[in-house]
């Protein structure tokens, strides 16, 4: 019975399922785009299939990561640029999963928010899926989610989960020791990380994210969303060229604290801060902010993106295959007995 009362419909809610289907199809092509070996089956099932034999390994380890973009996330939504924001998502994970020596296999998504714009969604899906196809990884499966009253309007999350494998008897950190040398890659900005504090630094500097950015580039908003650098391909080239004992992925807690998690008991490490030049995005907001030294290095990558810390004989030529992959390469420095990064020189 329904004593009277009009029958209302789900939409009516505000959820359209409808439009979450057709971002369903809309997204296909972008994910079929990213299929590889071991792909088993495409969207649209309860789940996805992945075949480990097919994608070549014999005795696998899997290796999982999730993570998502933070408050960057605000700067995409206040300046309706949703272009990059799913290449960053994709990295923030698979960067992680290349640090234990393994090869990203596929992808998954969640994407969830107070009412559905399909257009906007897919933009955002689709760099999920350029993500994907540049690190080598298929975009199998993920999950939309429209939930009226959990978001202010025009408000989203992310979050990404990414799966690898390696060979058993692969896995990285390995044997890491007094005299391994840190190559130090360079970034793409500011990455995905320290954002709150970009985010106070720009409210209190007065631009509005239209003005022209005061260090180079387009407008100010747009160099703060250039998405997070991938360095999977480049990373497993020179993890199967041997000499890599570990890899740091240097996210929130900069180098500080990022590189000694890679270092064994009683290991540190020695870093020269005038081995590579402070990318103008980062001068900038050391200036707007500031921010000491300390905070820079513990709050940023600071211009070094990934570290590669390689035997003492194989330095060289892995910065020479790292650097014809395309990669900016600085040898930060080595490896010592002791806890923590004792840092000399400055940042400039």
Known sequence: ???????????????????????????????????????????????????????????????????????????????????????????????????????????????????????DAATIIEGIAEGCKRSGCALIGGETAEMPGMYAPGDFDLAGFAVGAMERGASLPANVGQGDVLLGLGSDGVHSNGYSLVRRIVDRSGLAWEAASPFGGESLGRELLAPTRLYVTQALAAVRAGGVHALAHITGGGLTENLPRVLPEGMGAEIDLGSWALPPVFKWLMSEGGLDEAEMLKTFNSGIGMVVVVAADRAEDLAALLEAEGETVARLGHVVAGEGIRYSGTLT
Do not use: W
């Open 1 to 119: 019975m329904t004593d009277g009362k009009q029958g209302l419909t789900y939409a009516q809610a505000g959820v359209d399922i409808d439009a979450g289907n057709e971002l369903v199809e809309r997204i296909k092509p972008a994910a079929k785009a990213t299929t590889r070996p071991g792909v088993m089956s495409g969207l649209g099932g309860f789940g996805a299939l992945f075949d480990l034999k097919a994608a070549g390994y014999d005795d696998p380890v899997l290796v999982a990561a999730t993570d998502g973009v933070g408050t960057k996330l605000k700067i995409a939504i206040d300046t309706g640029v949703f272009d990059t924001i799913g290449i960053d998502l994709v990295a923030m994970c698979v960067n992680d999963l290349v640090c234990q020596g393994a090869e990203p296999l596929f992808f998954l998504d969640y994407f969830a928010t107070g009412k559905l714009e399909v257009a």
